[in-house]
């Protein structure tokens, strides 16, 4: 099959590799039909995540067709149309349990952390991803779901991640009728945040970012107020200004580790690989929350010793919530909004990319080049 292929940062293309084949009884093979580039992994391509092994197949964002199932699988049929949240996840231990699906502690050797995440490192487990044509998925009586008739394709995609995560970014926050919500980055995920705030009881959405079609969709989508933080000698004093010299209520992280930082730390990162990039986003989040407010981080992160303001978060009194998104937990309440009418997440894909085309598709998205915001991955067939 063709799958893309990770070659050392910045350097993916795409190469023929051996089908996946059941390995498990639980086991499903999945015909991929639409795959994306999510923001996070620019993580991988920029080598900030550690244990990125050459040869791996990214993609933790894919939909398909069921093509082979295990002996033991029973909720799926060959021919079946399902969507696959981005959690490999077992279903049964202490986590699973708790609906913690990303912290499965079955699936991952490094699971005092995190849970398997597809195509997203031997830190996460080392599964191949959905970046190409066709994927095992595990535990298939779990994770995946059969597709409703009535939702488009590229919907039920982006329930796999972006928009999931989203929402999940905007219950962190504990939003009350009539918060001040501040989210940082206009990227797909801070796009679904910014409006799943809105279903939340927002009564104000702010989306900064420091490119302008970024924001301008954060406008149209979102129906958000927007910083260009470009503009500002000092955004955080212009949230201050913006809220009454007090903070926003609710600050929403969805930048991560790769925010602007200093050369030390991109040293530390991307050639030490020592640390999981910087931790400005996250500090602009703990100065711009009002006191007794509450941050919400979905920012993807790795291990990080630079200087995390803390101390300030302490002495704040401000609630820290976050976790990789449980995805299976959001779809029936992201169902009810897609089939009502209130969200229509496709309106936010801006190129589709044929998935032979994977390295352009991956150097626009990192470059923001062409207005990108969201990239569909097109296998051939599909």
Sequence with gaps: MKAMVYRGPYQVGVEEKPEPVIEHP????????????????????????????????????FIGEVVEVGASVQNLAVGDRVMVPFNVYCGSCYFCARGLYSNCHNVNPNATAVGGIYGYSHTCGGYDGGQ??????????????????????????????????GYFGAQLGDITPGDTVVVLGAGPVGLFAA???????????????????RLEKARAFAFAETRNYEHYRDIIVELKN????????????????????????????????????????????????????????????????????????????????MNQCPVKRQWPRLLEHIKSGFLTPSDIVTHRIPLDEVADGYRMFSGKEDGIIKALLVPSGS
């Design 195 to 213: 409006r799943s705030a809105w279903l939340m009881g927002a009564g104000r959405v702010i989306v900064v970012d420091r490119l302008d079609y």
């Design 132 to 165: 190409a044509e066709y994927v095992r998925v595990p535990f298939a009586d779990v994770g995946p779901s059969v597709i409703p008739d009535w939702l488009d394709d590229a919907d039920a995609l982006l329930m796999t991640d972006a928009l999931a995560t």
């Design 242 to 321: 913006a809220t009454d010299g007090l903070g926003a209520d609710v600050v929403i992280d969805a930048v991560g580790a790769e925010a602007d930082g200093n050369r030390l730390q991109h040293v530390t990162a991307t050639k030490l690989k020592l640390q999981g990039g910087s931790p400005v986003a996250l500090n602009w989040a703990i100065d711009g929350v009002r006191k007794g407010g509450t941050v919400s981080v979905l920012g993807a992160y790795g291990p990080m010793f630079s200087a995390v303001k803390f101390g300030d978060a302490m002495n704040k009194g401000l609630t820290l919530r």
């Design 26 to 61: 639980n086991d499903a093979i999945v015909r991929v039909t639409l795959a994306s580039i999510c923001g996070s992994d620019l993580h991988l391509y920029h080598g900030m995540m550690p244990d990125t092994r050459v040869g791996t197949t990214f993609g933790h964002e």
